[in-house]
C-alpha cells in the first residue's frame, strides 16, 4: 500500500505540543502544510489559540501566530482530529527515572489513543526519544490494536528528533533528517514526506533500531565530549593556564573526516536530552548483557559541575577575605543553556542550592525565565532586573550568557558591586580583551579552566 498521497497539499497532525512538537509543527505550516496540532494540554492549547507561545525559542511564537492566522495551523484537545491527516507524527515526551529506564506513560497513551482513530493509508511518525527496540517492542503491539496491521494497511517510520534549543528553527530547515521505517514502503514514504514538506536532505537507516540509535549517539558523543573538556579545564586551572587557548590549538588538527573538535567546559550539562539519552543508552546496553563504562564516568564528571563551580566560587571570596556568611553572590542566567528559558535539568540549580547550603544570600536574574517558574525550581524569587540582583554583590556568576547581558557595562556595574568582588564566567568565555577590562576596572575575574 501507498502510504503517501500523490498530492501536493499534505495534511499532517503533531501528536504532542511541547517543545518539538510545536517547532515541527510551526515549521511544516510555514512551509505550506496543512497541520492539526494535538495536545492534552487545555491551558496550553488555549494559550496557543490566544497567541501566546510558552516557549523562549526565537521566532518561535511569531512562527505559531502566523501558522494560525494563516489557516495553515489549528489546534486542539481533540483527538478525533488526527484520523483526517495524511501523515501523524508523534512527539510526545519520553522521560526517564534512575538510570535510563524509560517512563512510557505519554508513549503508550498516545499509541492507545492512536489505535482508536487510524484508517488504512495513513503514515505514521515517532519522534519521542526512546531505545532501541521500543518502537517495534512497545508501540506496534499498541497500534495494532485498532485491527489494522502495520506495513500493510499504515506506515510506520521513526525519525529521530535532534534540535538544539536556541537554533531549533534554523536546523529543522537546515539539518539532515533520519529516518528507518518498519517496512521498506514506510521508509519511503517518510523520506518523500519529509523532502516535500521541509526541502532538506533525508538519511534512509536500515531499520526502525538504527534511526532509533542516531539520536542516543549523537548525545552519548556530545556528553562524552564535554566531559573531556571539563576535566581538561580543571586540569588546566591548576597550571594557570586558560583551557581555550588550549582547546582552541588542539582544535586544528586534521583527524578523521574534520578535526579534533573538543567542545567547551562549562558549569555544568542539562535539558532533558543529554542527561537522559547517554543513560538510555546504557540501560539498552545492560538489557543486553553489555556494561558501558565511559557513560556512567562521563555522566559523574559533568554531574559534578556544579559542586566544581561552588567549591571556585567560596574559593575565590575566601581570597578576597569573605566567608561564606554574609557574602552575597548574584547569579546571572539561570537555564541551562545560553539564549534559552529552559530550566529542565538546569545545573544552576545545584550551584544556588550548594551556596545557600554553605551559608551564602544568592540573588539571581534571568530575563528569558519566568519568575514563577525560578520560584518552583529553585525556592527563590528572581530579581526584576540585573541591576537588583548585583547590587552589593561580592561575587557575579555569570552562569547561562544570553545576549542581553552582552549590553552591560562593566565600569557600571563596578559601581553596584561590593569594594571587593569577583566575577565568575561559567559560560560566558569572555575574550581576553574582556577579561582584561574587567581586570582595569577592579574586579578579579576567574572561568571554568581559566
Not at 159 to 172: F, I, K, N, Q, V
Not at 361 to 382: I, S
Amino acid at each position: 500500500m501507498q502510504f503517501l498521497p500523490d498530492s501536493e497539499d499534505i495534511t499532517a497532525a503533531v501528536l504532542g505540543l511541547g517543545y518539538v512538537g510545536s517547532c515541527v509543527a510551526a515549521v511544516l505550516a510555514d512551509r505550506g502544510v496543512e497541520v492539526i496540532g494535538v495536545d492534552t494540554d487545555t491551558t496550553l492549547v488555549e494559550e496557543l489559540n490566544n497567541r501566546h507561545c510558552r516557549f523562549s525559542e526565537t521566532g518561535l511564537p511569531e512562527l505559531m501566530a502566523g501558522g494560525l492566522d494563516a489557516g495553515k495551523l489549528r489546534v486542539t484537545t481533540d483527538y478525533d482530529a488526527i484520523t483526517g491527516a495524511d501523515v501523524v507524527i508523534v512527539a510526545v515526551g519520553t522521560p526517564i527515572h534512575g538510570r535510563g529506564v524509560l517512563k512510557d506513560a505519554q508513549l503508550k497513551g498516545a499509541c492507545e489513543e492512536l489505535s482508536q482513530r487510524i484508517r488504512r493509508g495513513q503514515l505514521l511518525i515517532f519522534k519521542s526519544t526512546v531505545p532501541p527496540g521500543a518502537t517495534r517492542e512497545l508501540v506496534v503491539p499498541i497500534l495494532e490494536r485498532s485491527g489494522l496491521t502495520c506495513g500493510v494497511d499504515f506506515g510506520l517510520a521513526f525519525c529521530p528528533e535532534r534540535l538544539s534549543e536556541g537554533t531549533a528553527l534554523a536546523e529543522m530547515r537546515s539539518f539532515p533528517i533520519v529516518v528507518g521505517g518498519w517496512c521498506q514502503e514506510s521508509t519511503e514514504a517518510a523520506v518523500a514526506f519529509w523532502r516535500r514538506a521541509i526541502g532538506v536532505e533525508v538519511i534512509a537507516c536500515a531499520s526502525l533500531e538504527a534511526a532509533e540509535m542516531v539520536k542516543l549517539a549523537d548525545n552519548w558523543w556530545i556528553d562524552h565530549n564535554i566531559a573531556l573538556a571539563n576535566e581538561l579545564a580543571k586540569l588546566c586551572a591548576t597550571f594557570d593556564m586558560d583551557v581555550l587557548d588550549v582547546i582552541s590549538a588542539a582544535n586544528t588538527i586534521p583527524k578523521g573526516n574534520g578535526n579534533v573538535n573538543i567542545l567547551l567546559p562549562s558549569v555544568g550539562v542539562g535539558g532533558s536530552c543529554l542527561t537522559k539519552d547517554p543513560w538510555m543508552v546504557w540501560q539498552a546496553a545492560k538489557g543486553r548483557g553489555i556494561d558501558m563504562l565511559t557513560i556512567p564516568a562521563a555522566r559523574e564528571v559533568n554531574a559534578g559541575m556544579p559542586l566544581y563551580t561552588v567549591e571556585l566560587i567560596l574559593t575565590e571570596l575566601a581570597k578576597l577575605g569573605k566567608r561564606p556568611e554574609g557574602a552575597k553572590v548574584a547569579v546571572l542566567g539561570l537555564a541551562f543553556k545560553n539564549d534559552t528559558g529552559d530550566l529542565r535539568e538546569t545545573p544552576t540549580q545545584p550551584v544556588v542550592s550548594g551556596l545557600r547550603d554553605a551559608g551564602v544570600e544568592v540573588t539571581a536574574f534571568d530575563p528569558l525565565v519566568h519568575p514563577d517558574e525560578v520560584e518552583k525550581t529553585f525556592g527563590l524569587k528572581v530579581s526584576e532586573s540585573y541591576e537588583e540582583a548585583v547590587s552589593g554583590a561580592d561575587c557575579v556568576a555569570v552562569l547561562a550568557w544570553h545576549r542581553e547581558f552582552g549590553t552591560i557595562d562593566f565600569t557600571e556595574l563596578r559601581e553596584m558591586v561590593s569594594g571587593s568582588c569577583v566575577l565568575i564566567d561559567g559560560r560566558a568565555y569572555y575574550p581576553r580583551e574582556t577579561i582584561a577590562k574587567l581586570r582595569r576596572v577592579g574586579f578579579a575575574y576567574r572561568g571554568i579552566g581559566r
